[in-house]
């Protein structure tokens, strides 16, 4: 459950994207066929989720150049619109009221996190556009009765880190955690997926010791992890996003604070960036859950990873490939229906399809939802491995806890 500060982002920024919302739904469908299709997004480019917003926005690239690459839309080419919303709500609310509005274009895509998807859903609600969001899994997300908003990915955030959870209370008693910690910043999607993980350890007998949500501004994490350290938790469930999950993991460095086990949201899925922030070496045995698996088999992933690699050179984030995903599924709503004139249309198809995307199979409730469940990704010897579900995992064996000082 969301709390009270969270609530007010929440009613604020619905209140302000209905106030500057506008009629006008998408560019003009008389518009000739030899134009592109214009498509539009803001990103945190700058600001507070400027890393997953940044690699979001190289998601979208490679799906707009591979889209190209194979003859466009519906035989038009896509041309993506993207503006900078600073991660802030105000300035992402009049972001997409100017794509719908002023820079008229045909079709939207979503931004990164629950925070500024909850207002930018308002608006592509009002303008009855179909909104396929990459990243946003909060739970109040889909308590709104809306009819146009997707979320491509697995699962909510409530329920990201099921099977993490599961996996940990099925464990023998002797080697479970029998105490357990839960930091979280003040996010509507990483305090959901904390919570959730909460309820099935409680569930298990895993007592709480300490939980704290902490502000989105927080830089100086040391009160709270000597506050932790205090409690002596076996394992620490931490909501991040990217610098505070850097923050916290430096900060428990500083203390000397190394409980056996170590889960953080989003934070370790961001590759290269995590490692060199806290150091390759500090990596070993996190684990966290992930949307999406470089070695994955699944439809299209392999043109997609080598794509990647030659635009932007190595393997891609997680929110690159959310970022594709959402791409693939605003795709494959245009070319089931044929035509970007009624995007009603487009929404309903989704709600009576499923579609194959490199994330997997996706499918959704008629809420806009997913259903299904995420991968669990663990750091050993200084890169990330896929540890469950088993059938799924690359590793032949799971990292017995953190071992900060052995990522190499």
Not at 62 to 71: I, P
Not at 237 to 260: I, Q, S, T, Y
Not at 274 to 296: K, L, R
Request: aromatic share 8%.
């Amino acid at each position: 459950m969301m709390n009270a500060s969270t609530s007010r982002w929440k009613i604020l920024a619905v209140m302000s994207s209905l106030a500057l919302g506008v009629a006008a739904c998408g560019g003009d469908p008389e518009a000739s066929s030899d134009e592109p299709i214009r498509i539009g997004t803001s990103l945190p480019l700058t600001g507070e989720f400027s890393q997953p917003g940044k690699a979001a926005q190289e998601g979208y690239q490679v799906w707009q150049e591979m889209v190209n690459e194979d003859g466009g839309l519906l035989g038009r080419d896509v041309e993506l619109v993207v503006k900078d919303d600073a991660s802030n709500q105000n300035t992402i609310v009049s972001d997409y009221n100017a794509l719908i509005s002023q820079d008229e274009v045909d079709l939207l895509l979503g931004t990164f996190s629950s925070l500024l998807n909850l207002p930018a859903s308002a608006v592509a609600e009002r303008n009855q556009m179909l909104f396929v969001e990459p990243a946003g899994g909060s739970p109040e997300m889909f308590s709104r009765d809306f009819k146009h908003l997707f979320f491509s990915q697995q699962a909510t955030a409530d329920k990201q880190g099921k099977v993490f959870a599961e996996w940990v209370a099925g464990l023998p008693e002797d080697e479970r955690p029998k105490t357990a910690a839960y930091p979280t910043i003040d996010d509507p999607f990483a305090a959901p997926s904390v919570k959730g993980i909460q309820e099935i350890l409680e569930g298990a007998g895993v007592e709480t010791v300490y939980e704290e949500t902490y502000a989105i501004d927080t830089k100086n994490f040391d009160t709270i992890v000597n506050g932790m350290k205090a409690k002596s938790p076996e394992l620490v469930v931490h909501g991040a996003v990217f610098e505070d999950g850097v923050g916290v993991v430096r900060a428990m460095r500083k203390a000397n604070f190394r409980p056996d086990w170590l889960y953080q949201t989003t934070a370790p899925s961001l590759g290269k960036q995590y490692a060199d922030a806290i150091g390759a070496e500090n990596t070993e045995g996190i684990m966290f859950a992930i949307s999406h698996a470089p070695q994955a088999a699944t439809p299209g992933n392999e043109e997609f990873v080598a794509k990647y690699e030659e635009m932007f050179g190595g393997l891609p984030p997680e929110d690159a490939a959310d970022a594709f995903a959402a791409g693939e599924v605003l795709q494959a709503a245009v070319e089931g229906v044929g035509s970007i004139d009624d995007q009603t249309a487009l929404a309903d198809w989704l709600r009576d399809n499923s579609v194959q995307t490199i994330l997997g199979e996706l499918q959704w409730n008629d809420d806009g939802s997913p259903i299904g469940d995420f991968l669990v990704g663990q750091w050993q010897g200084g890169g990330v491995e896929f540890i469950l579900p088993e059938e799924l995992a690359t590793a032949d064996e799971i990292v017995d806890g953190w071992r900060p000082g052995e990522g190499q």
